[in-house]
């Protein structure tokens, strides 16, 4: 559903979804420059348990943090430029291991996702504080429709 939220309903859509997910869920971070990605994946990763502040994967495309209650595997993929470059620094074995991988710019790599994925898309709305949010699973019809309940739509 694409919904307007504020930056206060955003944090704890993160929040809520942090406490939900299960081990192996990607989640797909969709948006502009500015829309919200980073700060979505920050809130999300506090509430996970990670401890350490978030730094910017911008070298290799994914940092790992170990203290939250699973592995979070933080993924920026604006930089790349073939799809092959994150094949080579593990992006398989990331996104099985029993972690929670979200990944900002996943557009860029719509082909390379898993079968299964939590989608969200931010674009910017009227008011500076707000942004809409389309969130969505993909890939499985019946956890869709449990997500959707859970979440409200
Ligand atoms: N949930 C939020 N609460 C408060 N401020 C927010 C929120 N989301 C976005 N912002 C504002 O928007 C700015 C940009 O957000 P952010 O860096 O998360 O965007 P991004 O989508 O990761 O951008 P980029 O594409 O450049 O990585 C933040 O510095 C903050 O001012
Ligand atoms: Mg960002």
Request: without cysteine.
């Given at each position: 559903m694409e919904k307007v939220l504020t930056f206060n309903q955003i944090d704890e859509f993160a929040k809520k979804l942090a406490n939900y997910v299960e081990e192996n869920t990607v989640i797909a971070l969709i948006g502009e420059?500015?829309?919200?990605k980073t700060t979505f994946t920050k809130t999300f990763a506090k509430e996970f348990g990670v401890k350490e502040n978030l730094k910017s994967?911008?070298?290799?495309y994914v940092l790992e943090y170990l203290s939250g209650r699973m592995p979070l595997y933080h993924f920026d993929v604006y930089r790349l430029c073939n799809s092959e470059e994150i094949y080579e620094i593990g992006y398989e074995d990331y996104i099985n291991n029993g972690g929670v991988a979200l990944i900002e710019w996943a557009n860029i790599i719509l082909e390379d996702l898993p079968k299964e994925y939590i989608r969200i898309e931010f674009k910017y709305a009227e008011k500076e504080n707000e942004r809409l949010v389309d969130i969505k699973y993909i890939g499985n019809k019946e956890k869709e429709a449990k997500f959707n309940v859970d979440f409200g739509n």
């Open positions: 420059l500015g829309t919200g994967p911008t070298f290799n």
